[in-house]
């Protein structure tokens, strides 16, 4: 199988680009070697490459950046993907496309079901969901995965952010003061991709969107709370800083974030007969990796 994968360099990229080895010949590019935002080179590289499948990892993720510069984020999260669903369709190829809980505002009492109507509150919602939408209308053979609360080893992301501020904390300082009435399931970028491997390793792969996210769920600051209790009883921290539940609005941010990210992954479990772990076990896997 070749497997063309885009955002090789990124959080979710690198461990795609692990998880899909065993599956034959994996292109795989970063954002250096193939810029997504620039639509001549990318219909250039997949037409070099013809792969069977494309894994599309990369993505414009500066939520509040995007506000200000929406044009850039819709280049890169909805008019590259739509140019890889197009040359996907020519070539008879899979795409493989990941999306996110911004897609909703977040004012749905229950988990969110992909048959919900999305509604993003911001820039950076509004263009993972254009991509969502042209790789829909194009015809081609294709899985959407809409995860959230994204995180891993590499790359920029709330557990790194809460391990740097909690090496740094000492009693002399303030408590750590993280968003409490925000709700998801922290998603461990080796799960989602270790399922996507298993998924393309079977003889047939079904069409559509599906939600795809850790189990269970949490708070911003619950999250943070199990990030220090673990990283203190694994000896990655000296101690677990002292951190207060703040609601939203004593943290303001450039654009808005859903309170309920929470994704029904109901439809992926009896499709795929495959669900991802606990959102606490993979944060224990994934801080076990970090002593090594």
Known sequence: MRILLTGAAGQLGRELKRSLACLGDVIARDRQ??????????????????PAVIVNAAAYTAVDKAETEPTVADAINALAPAILAEEAKRLGALLIHYSTDYVFDGRKAAAYTEDDAPNPLAAYGHSKLAGELAIAASGCRHLIFRTSWVYGLHGANFLKTMLRLGREWDDLRAPLRVVGDQFGAPTWTRHLADATALILARKEVPNGLYHLAGAGETSWHGYAEAIFAEAHRSGLMDKSPVVHRIASANYPLPAPR?????LDCTKFRRDFDLALPDWRTGLIDCLADARF
């Open 33 to 50: 070697q193939l810029d997504l935002a620039r639509a001549d080179t990318l219909r250039a590289a997949v037409r070099t490459a013809a």
């Open 258 to 262: 859903p309170a309920n990210s929470r």
